[in-house]
């Protein structure tokens, strides 16, 4: 009498009627067996990883609307599809935006002018600079440690070396893109936190509205990413004529980021244009105030813990 590995009922046939496992073989012991799993889950287009990013892609608020309902066995976890495309993210690289912080982003103008190198010319306007809004109480902690660590420098060295801001610059931006792509997440409770005073009087747990900022965080940095590499592709196979300005792409991603959102709210939340653009609106406003506020100063912080 055969029996189910997995949940140990009773064998009538292929599959186990308790628990829907495949019966066990020997043969799916073998490194064979581990690897036609692999290919089989990467190639098959109707599976639930390839039919996720399909929907996120391209029918913006599916995805949410469809765990508000309750229909979730057709897809992949929120949280599972947001760590898939945060990996992604993860391991690309960073080409700059409101998510990439390096340390010339990060400081004033006049820390940003000790830190620069001999061929490095700042204009008016980077000097002029104030940074970011958590800079005047942040730059002091910079002034500490490079005049500490260039005293250790010089006592260790009896004069002959010491450490400087471009030093420590060097430092920071070596740690600064991935503390950056791991504090992302950060955005996703708040943008959930302004989606249940929106749409308080439709009485969701606020879970429902976190699912709707992890897909819509997903899709931001997916898209962000397939842009970039679309657009350095095109700089190695096209003509420079034909490849679109930095700015150009700025302009796409400023008009596809919007118009998504008010979608994605439209289908996922079931209100008019006028509630779905209000929305939206509100959306984006929070993304934007906790970049500029809690996001930046946290990268900063954990960044300069770090080096």
Known sequence: MAICTNCGATLAGEFCQACGQKRFV???RRFGHLMHQFLASATDLDGRIWRSLRALLFQPGLLSREYFIGRRAHWIAPITLFLAVNVVYFLAPLHG????LQFNR????RVEALASGPDEKLSEAQLASTGQAHTPFTMGWIDARVRARDAAARKASHGASGYSYHDYRVAYDAKADDVSKALIILHVPFVALVLMLLFARQHRYFAEHFVFALHFLAFTLLSLQLTMQIHALMNVALPAAWVPS????DWFLRLLLPTYTVLAVRR???VGWIGSIAAG??????VLAVNLFVYRAVEFAVTFALT
């Open 26 to 28: 020997e043969s799916d």
């Open 97 to 100: 935006g409101d998510l990439a």
């Open 106 to 109: 990060q400081v004033s103008g």
């Open 246 to 249: 930095g700015t150009a792409l």
């Open 268 to 270: 996922a939340y079931a």
């Open 281 to 286: 609106v509100g959306v984006l406003a929070a």
